[in-house]
């Protein structure tokens, strides 16, 4: 996934009310009207919020005559799970680089442990 469509798919789910939306749509389409019905705020604004997801390519809404369903698309998250998994796994294999290391260091004898064999 190029760069600037994560930017403009992180940027969309932003928002608390965007997420909402992707969440109720998980659980299947919905026509606007219906996306709209939880919220205290005017169509156009819920139009706007979903113009948003549709730029992102979070969502569709295939053409047609109104109603029209809005759909997840379901293969962005594929594709932003791919890239969080990327990074997940450079900062794993980082820490345990690092346990490996505070592992080995238990197993050295420290100074004062040195000193007191060379007293013997």
């Given at each position: 996934m190029p ?21 109720r ?11 709209a ?14 113009k ?10 295939p053409?047609g ?22 990074y ?10 690092l ?6 260091m ?9 000193d ?5």
């Amino acid at each position: 996934m190029p760069a600037d469509t994560l930017t403009r798919v992180f940027s969309a789910l932003a928002d608390p009310t965007r997420r909402d939306m992707v969440a109720r749509l998980a659980d299947g389409d919905a026509t606007v009207n219906q996306l709209a019905e939880p919220y205290r705020m005017s169509l156009q604004a819920v139009y706007k919020h979903l113009k948003v997801l549709e730029d992102a390519g979070v969502v569709s809404r295939p053409p047609g005559p109104q109603p029209r369903l809005v759909r997840l698309e379901t293969e962005v998250f594929d594709e932003m799970d791919a890239w969080i998994e990327l990074y997940r796994e450079r900062a794993e294999r980082r820490y345990r680089r690092l346990d490996a290391v505070l592992e080995a260091m238990k197993s050295e004898p420290t100074n004062r442990e040195k000193d007191d064999d060379q007293k013997r």
